[in-house]
Each structure stands twice: as C-alpha cells, then as structure tokens.
C-alpha cells in the first residue's frame, strides 16, 4: 500500500516556476514507477510525465517538453515535477500516481496506476 502527498501548487505569473512534490509514504518506492497528471476545469485528467523506477527513463507529453521536468530521489521517496515558463493552460489540479512496475518501464496511462494523490492546484495567471 502506499500513500501519495502533492505539494509545492500555488499561484504564479505566466512565465515563472514552481517545483511540484510527490512524497509516499509505505515501503519500497523504488520499486514504483511514477506519473504526475492534470485535471483543468471541464476537462478529462491528462497525462504530464512520467518516470521509471530508477529515474533513468522519463516521457513527457508534448505541450510540456522542454518547460517541465520529472525527476525522482528514491532515498526520500520523493518525485519532483519542475515546471518552468508556465503558461496560463497549464492551470489545473496536478495529480502524482504510482504503480508497481519492471525496471525500465515507463507508465503514461492513466488506468495503470492504482495509487494517486488528492491533488494539488497549479494556477498560472496570464
């Protein structure tokens, strides 16, 4: 069982930064892949990045390459979303999602993961 805790949302001006942070709670984090995803007003939860176990593989969806940045410390059970030149369409809740998984693999399907966060809210004011 593992427990998931967002943090680090806020307001910010478009074109500034915030650091996400997802920490578990429970045993073996390493042996979890890890996801982070959005829900904006009226919208279905979209993927944003992901990450496999050992932090060596990482997918992101389109909109967000280059800006944001998943990453991983699995000596404190933390995964990190750093999310650089937000844009005013990056306001949503932000989810972190965790699934056992093999070594390298890199989960972007929502329906995988079984552990999820409450969430916390990103807005980015244009």
């Known amino acids: 069982q593992v427990q998931l805790v967002e943090s680090g949302g806020g307001l910010v001006q478009a074109g500034g930064s915030l650091r996400l942070t997802c920490t578990a709670s429970g045993r073996n984090f390493n042996t979890y892949a890890m996801g982070w995803f959005r829900q904006a007003p009226g919208k279905e939860r979209e993927f944003v990045a992901a990450?496999?176990?050992?932090?060596?593989?990482?997918d992101y969806t389109d909109s967000v390459k280059g800006r944001f940045t998943i990453s991983r410390d699995n000596t404190k059970n933390t995964v990190y979303l750093q999310m650089n030149s937000l844009k005013f369409e990056d306001t949503a809740v932000y989810y972190c999602a965790a699934r056992s998984a093999i070594l390298s693999r890199v989960i972007v399907n929502a329906d995988e993961y079984n552990y999820w966060g409450q969430g916390t809210q990103v807005t980015v004011s244009s």
């Open positions: 990450i496999n176990r050992s932090g060596g593989f990482r």
